[in-house]
């Protein structure tokens, strides 16, 4: 169901969903539009492996931001529209992990400037917005979660 919610969240066409899926996904929808705190039941709904938090030097954020490994997510995607210079989210895929931290430098930092999603394959790029949505409910920034709801504001199911 978790697939089914993402994908529906995301605008696609679930072939695989019965009809009685499709009516729990319609439920699912109705309370996150009318929850005072759609970002707290989606990140219940949907829960994450922890975030990875990382420190690249300042001058390679950048590049590590264009590398093809990385997909951006969070307040990096555009559709978030949240300022963080100096910082950057991330999906990446766990065969990439090493990689990227040896052509990077990127280190466990108690400062981090990178946060990284880490999962089984690539994301696509760009992030199909249900996924943008669940890496914005599981953030703990509050401009984070409350722009899960002014985005579902924008979707249909």
Do not use: C
């Not at 697939?3 to 699912?28: C, K, M, N, P």
Request: aromatic share 4%; net charge neutral; hydrophobic share 40%.
């Amino acid at each position: 169901m978790r697939t089914f919610l993402v994908g529906a969240l995301s605008g696609q066409e679930l072939i695989d969903a019965s009809a009685s899926d499709r009516s729990r996904l319609r439920g699912y929808y109705k309370q996150l539009r009318e929850s005072d705190h759609p970002d707290r039941l989606l990140a219940g709904w949907v829960p994450q492996r922890p975030v990875l938090k990382l420190a690249v030097a300042p001058s390679d954020l950048d590049d590590l931001g264009q590398d093809a490994r990385i997909v951006k997510s969070g307040f990096s995607d555009p559709r978030a529209q949240i300022a963080a210079a100096g910082q950057l989210e991330v999906r990446v895929a766990a065969a990439n992990l090493a990689s990227l931290r040896r052509d990077y430098l990127l280190r466990p930092s108690d400062r981090p400037n990178v946060f990284v999603h880490l999962t089984d394959e690539r994301s696509p790029s760009p992030l199909p917005l249900g996924l943008l949505l669940v890496d914005l409910a599981n953030h703990d920034g509050v401009r984070e979660r409350s722009r899960v709801a002014e985005l579902l504001r924008d979707t249909s199911v």
